[in-house]
């Protein structure tokens, strides 16, 4: 079973910059993309950076040019900097990494970290 652990996140202040990682289990190769989903209290999940292993990288508009995806592949690892934090940003920050194979698709998930952004 694939386990996706994450650490980083916290309170940070206006402005200011965090970096969020997620260590999977197993060499991030096997999946067909890894990303970040985040959860503000009352709303839905949502997209915040995916990169697929072609490399093509996506971000919502809301966080382009603050936010970088990245990976480090020695060490099975995707990351997210994020810079310039806004209160808006406040919200539980899910690693995502999903497998297609066969026509099965498979979604795992981190447990989620917290990130406060203060005004």
């Known amino acids: 079973q694939v386990q996706l652990v994450e650490s980083g996140g916290g309170l940070v202040q206006a402005g200011g910059s965090t970096t969020l990682s997620c260590a999977a289990s197993?060499?991030?190769?096997?999946?067909?993309?890894m990303g970040w989903y985040r959860q503000a209290p009352g709303k839905q999940r949502e997209l915040v950076a995916i990169r697929s292993t072609d490399g093509t990288i996506n971000y919502v508009g809301s966080v382009k040019g603050r936010f970088t995806i990245s990976t480090d592949n020695a060490k099975n690892t995707v990351l997210l900097q994020m810079n310039s934090l806004k209160p808006e940003d406040t919200a539980v920050y899910y690693c995502?990494?999903?497998?297609?194979?066969?026509?099965?698709?498979?979604?795992?998930w981190g447990q989620g970290t917290q990130v406060t952004v203060s005004s």
């Open positions: 197993e060499t991030i190769f096997g999946f067909n993309r």
């Open positions: 995502n990494a999903r497998k297609y194979r066969m026509g099965n698709l498979s979604d795992y």
